[in-house]
Each structure stands twice: as C-alpha cells, then as structure tokens.
C-alpha cells in the first residue's frame, strides 16, 4: 500500500543527493585541493561557482551620462539602449563575473550605471567602457580565393570604406516577403553612405558583405548582397525570430548612433566589506535555519522533525538552483533567501493545524493527514500566489539589488510550495500515517 509513496520518497532522496553534490565548494584535504562539480555539455555549461555581486565580492560602481547632443530625440531611447548592449559586451569580453548594467532616464538626463564585481584592473574596464563603439561593414579581398564567395570566413574580408557613421538607423520589422518568412532587419544609410552602398553592391553583387562591430564580426555567416542599392535603403533576411532581428537592430546602432559616454561618478569597493558582509550573512542565515527548526520541533513535536528535514532539502535545492541559473548573490539576495526559510515553513505550519484540527474531532489519524492537506491547500495556494506576484513586480519595475531581492524570494517561494506540498507530505505518509489508502 505504501509502493508509491515510498518511490517518491527515493525520488525525493536522488534529487537531494544531487542537489548536495551541485552544492559543494571547493574543498582541501592533506594539501590537495578537490575542485567543486562542473556542468559541461553541449549545451549547457555551468561552472557552479557561486555568483557574487558587487557588494560581497567587491568591484566598481560607474555611473556614466550620454551624450545625446547629437541624436535626434526619437532616437535618443534606442541609442541607449544600444550603448548598454554594447558596454555589457565589452565589459563580458574582460571575463569578469555577472555585470549589473542598467540604464536610468530622466527628462533630459540618459545614464548607464554599471557594477562590475570582482575586477581587478578598474582603469582598463574604465577605458573600454568609454570608448565609442565602431561598425564597419566589409567585403570580400579581391584576392581571396573562389570558395570564399560561398564558405567566406573572416581572414577573407577588407574594409568597404562603409561605416557606422553612414549609417542612420537600423529597425527590426516582420518580413513582408511570403518566400522569406520571419523578422527582417531595415537599414537607413544618408546620403553619403547611400553612393557608397550603390557602388559597393554593383561591384559584389551575389558576394558576401560582413559586419563588424568593434572588430567582432555579427550575423555570420553574412549576408550576401542579391541586388544593386540605389535609394540608400537596405534590408537584411535570414529567417530571423523577433529577438534575433531586435538583437541585430540594436547591435548595428550601437555604431549607427554614436554615444559618447562620460563618467559621473566611480566608487571602489573593497573585498573586505565583502568578506565581512558574507560572513554576517551566513551566521543570519544560520541563525534563521536553527531558529525555525527549533520552533517546529517545539510546537510539532513528530511532525516538526519531518517539516526541519524538508527544510534541509529546500536549502539545498534552492543553492543548487542559485548556482545552476545562475543567480548573482547580493546582500539583498540573501535577505530574499533568509526570508524564504521563514516562509518556507508557512505552509506546513498551516497543513499541521490542520491535521490537529482533524484529530481534536476525533477522525482517525489516516483521514485526518488527507483532510488536513486538502483544506489547507486553497490558503496555500493563494498566499504563494498573492507573494509571487509581488515579487513579479518588483523584478519588473525594481533595478539592481531589488531585482535580486525579488528573484531569490520567487525561486525560494516555489521551491517552498514543493518541500511542503510533496515532501514533508511524502514523509508524513511513509513514517507516520500507519493506514494509507
């Protein structure tokens, strides 16, 4: 009678060994180091190295306005947006870890603010991020080989002498072509670069044309040019989804609309604040794990020892999720986190009165644990609900640290639906429901 029950159980315990085995750290033993596990497949990969952010793990603060002296005000919204794709790449290219870039707008003011935690040469990300992004579009050396024209790769190209600078603008559109379905990418040229566009395509035409941004080439393979452009205006196919076109769009303006980028402000933060503050959140994450088992023991007796060892696998569960995401933990984070313990408990506390409800009537103690958890269930859902929604919210219109906050209490807030709901009810039903069924 209890087959099933007890093969969740097993299931329960494989996802919980996983989940401590995905939560190891590095570990020293005799003087060797044993690295934590990796995830390494074609199509994931993940170094399960928890993610810090700039407040633990130290860094540089850099608030930066843009010039928009030079971009029409319908543009002005777009070029930001530009700059930001391209500062995140830049400051990626420098293999640090988990950027916190943001944009903040007011009626005349655009401003990037960038966190980059844990880097070490804060003058060379400063000049980096700085620098004018520059789009150049190529074409094939007149000396490249005949295969080039149909397996071109990049040692084949040369500069057109077409650049970011004659090109207006870049939009992302639906495809109005029945034979080349999906999204489309638009490109305006002036009037200077449209005699350049003209005499390119004439001379190539049915050859490829390539676009580099900051000598990175984008959309490869290329393009290739199908027919003489004389009007200046250009159109890119290739099946593209809707964010594909919108990430192309955005890339080929952030050389299209030159944004120069001054530095307001830059704060340094040392790891020293950051080793206290883990240090601190740790002991307060500690102290919220020892105190709730302790009140579930006291006031549950049985039934409080099978809530404490759920709550143990919630803990694993969520780190594993932290590091599998992976989810870059701020001290706003872990407050989210710490909060989550306390909430974690909420629905068993409510399924428990419950089931004591049932046994102070007299049921027997098999209906009592399956009328408890049935009643209990709508206050359950409604009040997970009614928080996910606000944590919805602030994730949407929250910035930095809020949006961490929000998103460690929504994974904690879900994955504390599933300890109560299927684990301490898997373990209710194996060691204490003697008649099931």
């Given at each position: 009678?209890?087959?099933?029950?007890?093969?969740?159980?097993?299931?329960?315990?494989?996802?919980?060994?996983?989940?401590?085995?995905?939560?190891?750290?590095?570990?020293?033993?005799?003087?060797?180091?044993?690295?934590?596990?990796?995830?390494?497949?074609?199509?994931?990969?993940?170094?399960?190295?928890?993610?810090?952010?700039?407040?633990?793990?130290?860094?540089?603060?850099?608030?930066?306005?843009?010039?928009?002296?030079?971009?029409?005000?319908?543009?002005?919204?777009?070029?930001?947006?530009?700059?930001?794709?391209?500062?995140?790449?830049?400051?990626?290219?420098?293999?640090?870890?988990?950027?916190?870039?943001?944009?903040?707008?007011?009626?005349?003011?655009?401003?990037?603010?960038?966190?980059?935690?844990?880097?070490?040469?804060?003058?060379?990300?400063?000049?980096?991020?700085?620098?004018?992004?520059?789009?150049?579009?190529?074409?094939?050396?007149?000396?490249?080989?005949?295969?080039?024209?149909?397996?071109?790769?990049?040692?084949?190209?040369?500069?057109?002498?077409?650049?970011?600078?004659?090109?207006?603008?870049?939009?992302?559109?639906?495809?109005?072509?029945?034979?080349?379905?999906?999204?489309?990418?638009?490109?305006?040229?002036?009037?200077?670069?449209?005699?350049?566009?003209?005499?390119?395509?004439?001379?190539?035409?049915?050859?490829?044309?390539?676009?580099?941004?900051?000598?990175?080439?984008?959309?490869?393979?290329?393009?290739?040019?199908?027919?003489?452009?004389?009007?200046?205006?250009?159109?890119?196919?290739?099946?593209f989804t809707s964010q594909q076109a919108k990430q192309l769009a955005i890339q080929l303006n952030a050389g299209a609309l030159p944004v120069p980028l001054n530095i307001e402000s830059q704060t340094r933060i040392g790891p020293t604040i950051g080793t206290d503050s883990i240090q601190k959140?740790?002991?307060?994450?500690?102290?919220?794990?020892?105190?709730?088992?302790?009140?579930?023991?006291?006031?549950?007796?049985?039934?409080?020892?099978?809530?404490?060892?759920?709550?143990?696998?919630?803990?694993?569960?969520?780190?594993?999720?932290?590091?599998?995401?992976?989810?870059?933990?701020?001290?706003?984070?872990?407050?989210?986190?710490?909060?989550?313990?306390?909430?974690?408990?909420?629905?068993?506390?409510?399924?428990?009165?419950?089931?004591?409800?049932?046994?102070?009537?007299?049921?027997?103690?098999?209906?009592?644990?399956?009328?408890?958890?049935?009643?209990?269930?709508?206050?359950?859902?409604?009040?997970?609900?009614?928080?996910?929604?606000?944590?919805?919210?602030?994730?949407?219109?929250?910035?930095?640290?809020?949006?961490?906050?929000?998103?460690?209490?929504?994974?904690?807030?879900?994955?504390?639906?599933?300890?109560?709901?299927?684990?301490?009810?898997?373990?209710?039903?194996?060691?204490?429901?003697?008649?099931?069924?």
């Amino acid at each position: 009678m209890l087959k099933k029950p007890r093969r969740i159980l097993f299931l329960i315990l494989i996802l919980t060994v996983a989940a401590f085995y995905l939560d190891l750290p590095i570990i020293k033993f005799k003087g060797v180091e044993l690295s934590h596990p990796k995830i390494n497949t074609r199509i994931f990969k993940r170094d399960l190295e928890p993610k810090l952010g700039l407040d633990l793990a130290g860094g540089v603060q850099l608030t930066m306005s843009a010039d928009m002296t030079n971009i029409e005000p319908q543009d002005r919204d777009t070029a930001l947006g530009s700059a930001k794709d391209i500062v995140e790449n830049r400051i990626n290219s420098l293999g640090v870890a988990e950027p916190v870039i943001q944009t903040a707008k007011t009626q005349s003011q655009y401003r990037l603010i960038v966190e980059i935690p844990g880097i070490s040469d804060i003058d060379q990300a400063v000049s980096i991020v700085k620098k004018t992004a520059h789009l150049e579009f190529q074409i094939i050396k007149a000396d490249a080989p005949p295969e080039a024209t149909y397996a071109a790769t990049p040692e084949y190209f040369e500069a057109s002498g077409l650049t970011g600078k004659d090109l207006k603008r870049a939009t992302a559109a639906p495809s109005q072509d029945p034979q080349s379905p999906g999204y489309v990418v638009n490109l305006e040229f002036n009037s200077e670069g449209a005699k350049k566009l003209e005499e390119i395509t004439t001379n190539n035409l049915e050859k490829p044309m390539a676009m580099y941004l900051d000598d990175q080439p984008i959309s490869w393979p290329p393009p290739i040019i199908k027919a003489v452009i004389t009007d200046g205006n250009a159109q890119i196919t290739g099946g593209f989804t809707s964010q594909q076109a919108k990430q192309l769009a955005i890339q080929l303006n952030a050389g299209a609309l030159p944004v120069p980028l001054n530095i307001e402000s830059q704060t340094r933060i040392g790891p020293t604040i950051g080793t206290d503050s883990i240090q601190k959140s740790l002991f307060a994450t500690a102290v919220g794990l020892v105190s709730v088992a302790i009140f579930m023991i006291v006031c549950y007796r049985v039934l409080g020892i099978f809530a404490v060892a759920a709550l143990c696998i919630y803990t694993l569960i969520v780190f594993a999720i932290f590091k599998i995401i992976p989810v870059t933990l701020t001290l706003a984070g872990i407050a989210g986190f710490v909060l989550s313990i306390g909430m974690a408990v909420d629905a068993n506390i409510l399924i428990f009165e419950r089931i004591k409800e049932e046994l102070r009537w007299g049921k027997p103690k098999h209906d009592a644990f399956f009328t408890g958890f049935d009643r209990a269930w709508s206050s359950i859902r409604d009040s997970n609900v009614s928080s996910l929604i606000t944590t919805a919210i602030l994730f949407n219109f929250g910035t930095g640290s809020i949006r961490g906050f929000a998103l460690t209490l929504a994974i904690g807030i879900l994955v504390s639906m599933f300890s109560a709901i299927t684990v301490t009810r898997t373990f209710i039903r194996v060691f204490w429901v003697r008649k099931i069924e």
